[in-house]
């Protein structure tokens, strides 16, 4: 399973790539305006400089919702880097351009997923990734893990090669499921990444270690 980090803040980005287990970024308009970024050129500058700091997929979202638009803003983005990957919204006009993306050699990410259907629709458009948004349905009630597990079985009869991106992730534990419900990568904010880190054993035997190292040091 791949990790990317779900953030458009430089240093975190520098942390979870730091730990050598970075695959990729993914972003996203509320996540740059949190950044405070501001403009088109301050925003591709952005992206550039996240291409920059991690050898990995970098997804950037268009803000079009009609497909020549979309397929317009989606090759700027990707003239940007060869990492870039375009990151369209789940609607008609997001379909017809990702196939368009994918006929002319431009990788995807089909973001804002949240049925088994639209997997299956974004997977046939050619899509690279496609992101379910597992802690949303979880805030709407839903259990989101079961939509992972749901596409995954979809995916495995099919033989789809859309990379399924468990994305909207809350916690530490939603990696765990993740993982085993057959996510292809997980999209997280850092605290959840690192929280993997975290068991209080490996503190308390860690601590005996050292105490008991200074006896023979
Ligand atoms: C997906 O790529 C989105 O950037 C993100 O995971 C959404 O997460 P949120 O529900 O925490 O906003």
């Not at 839903?142 to 893990?145: F, K, L, Q, Y």
């Not at 099919?158 to 090669?161: A, E, M, P, R, T």
């Given at each position: 399973m791949k990790f990317f980090i779900d953030t458009a803040n430089l240093d975190q980005i520098k942390e979870a790539n730091d730990l050598g287990i970075l695959d990729g970024v993914t972003t996203n308009p509320s996540l740059m305006a949190k950044e405070g970024v501001k403009g088109a050129d301050a925003v591709m500058k952005h992206y550039e400089t996240i291409c920059e700091m991690v050898d990995g997929d970098i997804s950037a979202e268009v803000v079009s919702t009609e497909t020549q638009a979309i397929i317009e803003e989606g090759k700027k983005l990707a003239a940007i880097h060869p990492n870039i990957v375009v990151k369209v919204p789940m609607i008609k006009d997001g379909i017809k351009a990702i196939k368009w993306f994918s006929d002319n050699g431009i990788k995807t990410n089909c973001t804002l997923v949240f049925s088994a259907g639209q997997a299956i629709l974004a997977a046939k458009a050619g899509a690279n990734y496609l992101s379910p948004f597992i802690g949303r349905i979880d805030d709407s009630g839903?259990?989101?893990?079961q939509l992972i597990q749901q596409i995954a079985n979809i995916f495995a009869i099919?033989?789809?090669?859309t990379e399924i991106l468990a994305a909207s992730i809350r916690n530490t534990n939603h990696i765990i499921q993740c993982a085993e419900a057959g996510a292809n990568v997980v999209t997280s904010p850092l605290e959840p990444i690192l929280g993997l880190l975290k068991h209080p054993l490996t503190d308390i035997g860690l601590a005996k270690f050292l105490e008991d190292a200074k006896k023979f040091q």
């Open positions: 839903w259990e989101g893990i099919q033989g789809f090669k």
